[in-house]
C-alpha cells in the first residue's frame, strides 16, 4: 500500500517547494538560472512472483486442438474428459458437477491450510459416520472407519496420472483463472498445488489409531499436535495408514508430472 503514495507525495513536495521559491525569492535578484530537468525516473512495473512449476502451454494429444471454454461454462467438458479416464459412473457417483475447477482449485489449496469449506469440497462425501471406540471422556479412531474410504481409494489406485495431468494441463488456464479470483493475483496454482503434495506426503504415519476428544459436536485428535496439522494431513490420518499408503504413492506419481517441466521442442 506505501507505493502507491510515495509517488504522489513527491510530486507534491516538489511543487511545493517550487511555488515557495518563487513566493519568496527576492523580486530585484537576478532570476535563477533552471537547472535541466533530470530525465523521468521509469515507474517501476510490479514484477510477477518467480514460477516454479511452469506447465506446458499445450500437450500431446487430441485435446490440444480443442479450445477452452469459459471458466464458468467449464462443468461440461471437465466431465466429460474426466468421464473418458474414470468413467461417467464414476464421475457421476463420486463428484459434484457443478463449478468443479473452482471446488477443486479452493479445496487444494485448502489442504495445506487449518480449515477446509465441506460445501466447497469437489467430491461427494464420504458415506456413513465417524466410528470411534470408548465413550465421550476417553475415545479412540476405530480402524473400522477405514473402511468407509475403500470405495473412493478404489478409484484412486487405478487412476492412469498421464492422462489425468495432460487433462489438468490442457485445461490448467482455468484453474489458474479460478485461483487468482480468490484474490492471489500473480500467484501461479500449479505451484501451490506442489506445495500442497509436499504438505500432503509429510503426514505423520501413526502406530496405532489416534485418540480423540469432543469437546462439542465434532470430534477432534486429543493430540495437539495431531490436532494443529494442516487440514489434508488430517484427513489422511482419518482414512487410516493403508488408504493414506496409496494415496500418497499416486500424490508422488503426480508431483513426478506436474513438476517435471516444459517439454523441450
Known amino acids: 500500500m506505501e507505493k502507491k503514495w510515495i509517488l504522489p507525495a513527491v510530486v507534491c513536495i516538489v511543487l511545493v517547494v517550487g511555488g515557495l521559491g518563487y513566493f519568496f525569492w527576492p523580486r530585484n535578484a537576478p532570476p535563477p538560472v533552471a537547472a535541466a530537468p533530470p530525465p523521468p525516473v521509469p515507474t517501476p512495473l510490479p514484477t510477477e512472483p518467480e ?112 492422462r489425468l495431468t495432460n487433462l489438468y494441463f490442457h485445461f490448467y488456464p482455468l484453474f489458474q483463472d479460478a485461483y487468482q479470483s480468490l484474490g492471489l493475483p500473480g500467484h501461479y496454482f500449479n505451484d501451490r498445488l506442489v506445495e500442497v503434495i509436499d504438505s500432503l506426503l509429510a503426514t505423520p504415519e501413526l502406530s496405532a489409531p489416534p485418540d480423540l476428544v469432543r469437546p462439542s459436536v465434532m470430534y477432534q485428535f486429543a493430540d495437539p499436535a495431531l490436532e494443529g496439522l494442516p487440514s489434508g494431513q488430517k484427513i489422511l490420518l482419518r482414512m487410516g495408514p493403508e488408504n493414506a499408503a496409496i494415496v500418497k504413492a499416486k500424490l508422488t506419481e503426480l508431483r513426478a508430472l506436474v513438476t517435471a517441466g516444459v517439454p523441450k521442442p
Open 51 to 162: 514460477t516454479l512449476h511452469p506447465v506446458p502451454q499445450a500437450t500431446a494429444g487430441a485435446k490440444e486442438s480443442t479450445p477452452l471454454p469459459a471458466l464458468n461454462d467449464s462443468d461440461p467438458a471437465l466431465l466429460a474428459s474426466l468421464g473418458d479416464i474414470v468413467g461417467a459412473q464414476t464421475v457421476k457417483k463420486y463428484l459434484l458437477p457443478e463449478n468443479l475447477v473452482r471446488r477443486i482449485v479452493v479445496t487444494v489449496d485448502a489442504l495445506g491450510r487449518p480449515k477446509l469449506a465441506p460445501q466447497k469440497d469437489p467430491v461427494v462425501p464420504v458415506p456413513g459416520v465417524l466410528a470411534v471406540q470408548g465413550d465421550e471422556l476417553h475415545a479412540t479412531l476405530d480402524p473400522q472407519n477405514y473402511q468407509r474410504y475403500r470405495p473412493l481409494i478404489a478409484v484412486v489406485r487405478d487412476l492412469d496420472m498421464k
